[in-house]
DNA sequence: AAACTCGTCAACCGCACGCAG
DNA sequence: ACTGCGTGCGGTTGACGAGTT
């Protein structure tokens, strides 16, 4: 007989979570922990397959999560981690807290690859490309290379430094550079209003705690083993959410706050 | 202004894995 | 050893916004 799908699908919402379903989910797992996530929907008063709430907790709404864009280095980290794992996406995130594997794994497919490209690297073997002389061969890179500008940059890019980026951006422009940096100031600005936000909760410790885990950071974050916060730190997490709540201006959401489940 | 193209990323799908019974 | 279940993982899709024509 075949597998049982994960969930019966007939009844449930798919695509986009709505800021109330996050605010429900949030709310529910910050009480209740984890147990076993083909039930925390139906607890949750969600009617999403616990697949799907267990991705979304994952991915976006998890407290220890790190935004924002990738820093230099960090693209350099994984690039290095890569050539030696492969697309194993969530040992590569074990070196990244904060990251997630998704997160890893969709910018190593619409960024760093195409850099790899450009720099003359295969990025599944992070070896140079060899160039095949034939006129007919049409591999990606070479379709990428098509504009002349492309071709420029590959060229003057010398890839045996090893993942050390060209000072030039792929349009080879300080313009665009300029604009990039300028861009980088405003996700500071931004970060900077997180840390503020979730900076001042010390949920490393808080999570440390009620997980009772290791102190490594694990990408499979989970609170299986956590049992539900005492009645002395409810008030930091009344607090948190509240933060949570100013930060995703989840102001429609204020008649939820009296049915939260620890008020 | 509309149509089209492209890039990004959240979310889904299905298989693999580990564990308990 | 086998089976069933829950979860983890990686590949893929599709919605959406930005840029271009």
């Known amino acids: 007989m075949g597998r049982q799908p994960c969930c019966d699908k007939v009844g449930l919402k798919r695509g986009p979570w709505t800021i109330e379903e996050d605010h429900k989910l949030i709310n529910f797992i910050l009480n209740n922990g984890i147990h076993c996530w083909r039930m925390v929907p139906r607890l949750a008063g969600l ?87 034939n006129s007919g061969d049409k591999n990606e890179t070479a379709l990428e290379s098509n504009s002349p500008k492309g071709r420029e940059d590959s060229m003057e890019v010398n890839f045996m430094d ?3 980026y060209s000072k030039k951006d792929s349009l080879g422009t300080e313009e665009k550079r300029d604009k990039v940096e300028l861009n980088l100031e405003e996700t500071n600005d931004l970060l900077n209003n997180y840390d503020i936000c979730w900076g001042s909760l010390d949920f490393g410790s808080w999570m440390n705690q009620e997980t009772n885990t290791n102190t490594t950071y694990s990408p499979s974050f989970s609170l299986e083993n956590s049992s539900n916060p005492s009645v002395g730190e409810s008030s930091s997490l009344q607090e948190w ?23």
């Open 241 to 263: 959410v509240g933060r949570v709540d100013s930060l995703l201006s989840w102001d429609g959401f204020s008649y939820l706050e009296q049915n939260i489940f620890f008020l």
């Open 47 to 133: 009617l999403r397959c616990g697949k799907s709430c267990r991705l979304r907790w994952i991915n976006y709404l998890r407290p220890d999560l790190k935004r924002g864009g990738f820093t230099e280095a960090e693209e350099n980290e994984i690039i290095q981690l890569h050539s030696r794992l492969g697309n194993r996406w969530s040992k590569i995130a074990a070196h990244f807290p904060g990251r997630t594997d998704n997160e890893i794994k969709n910018h190593w497919n619409t960024r760093i690859k195409k850099r790899l490209k450009l720099l003359g690297l295969d990025p599944v073997t992070h070896k140079p490309i060899e160039k095949k002389g």
């Open 162 to 164: 090893n993942y050390n």
